[in-house]
């Protein structure tokens, strides 16, 4: 699973000069809460948040009266708050190494650039859309979660055993549960597992959770 897959293609942007308001008036109408921001020149500039525009403020000391304030901000734009060296990725980064970038930096986005040219945006929504796909979660079936010993070719003994009872296999999750077990997750379009189920614990794969 790649980025370019998940991503959405010639996303929304905004120039430096966009004043703050007309950003965030952007931001409601197309109920999105974060913008690519380019220069004069077409290039990438940074990227502006809603939480960012939101926080602005004129003054640390706000003595003025609520007209001033918003006067000032009205001539503000998002040049003064944009973040102007914002995370990216390339088309072809994983969806794994997206996730983990964007829990590393703790942010909600990044944007997708290939050859210094912007080609999209991805978001924590479009991440949990790919693991949804991965996992089968939108299609029909039975979640089985089973442990093992942690050692060469279990999961393949797995596999083999689901196909033996011509059970198709919509999607598979692994974890460590300790240094010498593992939780293996498998998403299976099948109506009822009993059998299944009966010989993997046969043949010493643990069967702890179906639904």
Known sequence: MFVKDYM??????????????????????RKIHQLPVLNSRGKLAGLITELELLTVSPSPASTL?????????SKMTVKDVLAKEPVIVEPSCTIEEA??????????????????????????????????????????????????????????????????????VLGVACRDKDDSTVQVMLRLRAAKVDELEKSLNQNGFRVVYVS
């Open 99 to 168: 996730a983990l970038k964007m829990r590393e930096h703790s942010i909600r986005c990044l944007l997708v650039v290939e050859n210094d040219e912007l080609k999209g945006i991805i978001t924590q929504t479009d991440v949990f859309n790919a693991l949804i796909r991965t996992f089968g979660l939108h299609k029909a079936g039975v979640r089985m979660v089973l442990e093992m010993d942690d050692k060469v070719g279990a999961l393949a003994d797995v596999l083999n055993i689901v196909k033996e009872h011509g059970i198709n």
């Open 65 to 73: 009266s609520i007209y001033e304030m918003n006067y000032l901000l």
């Open 8 to 29: 959405s293609p010639s996303p929304i942007t905004i120039t430096t000069q966009t004043p703050v308001f007309e950003a965030l008036n952007i931001m409601r109408k």
